[in-house]
């Protein structure tokens, strides 16, 4: 079984920081792209980030120089870290990771950007 744990998010004001975790069992962790996804209220799932398993990252325009995703292979986890936030940011967070054919996704944490 695959599971994909988060963990982090919550509500902060424009400007702050939060950090995200996703935890993963069941998968060889170290030899995966993990990614980041999120969705607005009323909005479609937009990717934000991924890092490949060498450790190359991408971001989408509106988060780069503001978020930064990383990742342990010693504790088979992913991490968003997410500063000087705008209240465009807020939504719903997932990590995901593709394996056999078919996407994984974690819970969802919710962040909220407050003005």
């Known amino acids: 079984q695959v599971y994909l744990r988060q963990s982090g998010g919550g509500l902060v004001q424009t400007g702050g920081s939060l950090r995200l975790s996703c935890a993963t069992s069941?998968?060889?962790?170290?030899?995966?792209?993990m990614a980041w996804y999120r969705q607005a209220p009323g909005k479609q799932r937009e990717w934000v980030s991924s890092?490949?398993?060498?450790?190359?990252?991408n971001y989408t325009d509106s988060v780069k120089a503001r978020f930064t995703i990383s990742r342990d292979n010693t504790r088979s986890t992913v991490f968003l870290q997410m500063t000087n936030l705008k209240t465009e940011d807020t939504g719903i967070y997932s990590c995901?990771?593709?394996?056999?054919?078919?996407?994984?996704w974690g819970q969802g944490t919710q962040v909220t950007v407050s003005s």
């Open positions: 995901q990771v593709f394996w056999r054919g078919r996407s994984y």
């Open positions: 890092i490949t398993s060498s450790g190359t990252t």
């Open positions: 069941g998968i060889n962790f170290r030899i995966h792209t």
